[in-house]
């Protein structure tokens, strides 16, 4: 097969390299169209997870993977992007470089000398400003912390964006994070992957924080729920995903099987 490399086509493989290997032209802001207060889960005794919700990746209004965990004594920031607030983090989990999961704007919005951020190798080096301590993890790796055990799991895709491009090759070694507080809630943050084989060994978790979007990127919503499905954590949070797509909410909601609950947020 002979592929014909016009100017549409060339247009389009130059922003896929731009954006899934340097990111240069995505633009992040926070959406207007984001709820005025932040969304607060509580999840048992002194353990509460925020939101604040939407930001705007170029044109599109969009649900990130960026969360604030408080416990009674420890407060952990995973992915933060877009967030309104300036309350210090003892640690800061960082899955990937994406723009949507990296803001060094917004990490240092939330930096103390004491606070660790731990995250994957492809990030480390955009953190050559940061003198905060830095530890880099790859699958599989293990690390007992004031007050969690983390574990880091796999994310990766196995599907091209665009011919044999990935946006998450499994190569870069991406991560998905998995803590274990003191009081044994377990939560997963599944960082931007696929559904992979490695997931299957997951269990007993207590709320599992899962990519919806699809288009290559991530799971879409069939896929999230057959694995939600699979490993039954007691509540599933859905993100990364375009907010006018309610539908694929819906769709994800009607798909997970009771009694497994679905947080919604507005």
């Known amino acids: 097969m002979k592929f014909v ?5 060339f247009g389009l493989v130059c922003l896929i390299l731009l954006t899934v290997q340097n990111c240069t032209m995505i633009k992040i802001n926070v959406s207007e169209k984001r709820n005025s207060s932040p969304q607060k889960i509580e999840m048992g005794k002194g353990v509460t997870l925020t939101t604040w919700g939407a930001i705007r990746v170029n044109k599109s209004h969009f649900f990130p993977s960026s969360f604030q965990l408080k416990t009674e004594n420890e407060i952990i920031y995973i992915d933060p992007v877009g967030i309104n607030t300036t309350e210090k983090g003892d640690y800061i989990l960082i899955t990937h470089s994406h723009p949507d999961h990296f803001s ?3 990490i240092e919005k939330i930096l103390k000398p004491e606070t660790e951020i731990i995250c994957s190798q492809g990030v480390k080096g955009k953190l050559k400003k940061v003198d905060n301590k830095v530890q880099v993890v790859k699958p599989g790796d293990s ?4 007050g969690f ?7 990766y895709n196995t599907k091209s964006v665009f011919l044999w491009i990935k946006a998450h090759p499994k190569s870069k070694e991406n991560v998905g994070f998995i803590l274990t507080l003191s009081n044994g809630l377990k939560i997963y943050h599944a960082g931007d992957t696929d559904f ?15 990519p919806i979007g699809g288009d290559n990127l991530t799971m879409n919503e069939q896929e999230a729920a057959q694995i939600v499905n699979e490993i039954q954590p007691t509540k599933v949070f859905p993100m ?21 609950e679905v947080i919604e947020i507005e």
């Open 5 to 9: 490399m016009n100017n549409t086509s």
């Open 104 to 106: 060094l704007e917004d």
């Open 143 to 146: 690390l007992q912390l004031n």
């Open 149 to 155: 055990t983390l574990e880091a799991t796999a994310a």
């Open 196 to 210: 992979i084989p490695e997931m299957r060994k997951i269990s007993n978790i207590d709320l599992a924080l899962l």
């Open 240 to 260: 990364h995903f375009e907010i006018k797509e309610k539908e694929i909410i819906k769709q994800f909601k009607n798909l997970v099987k009771e009694p497994i």
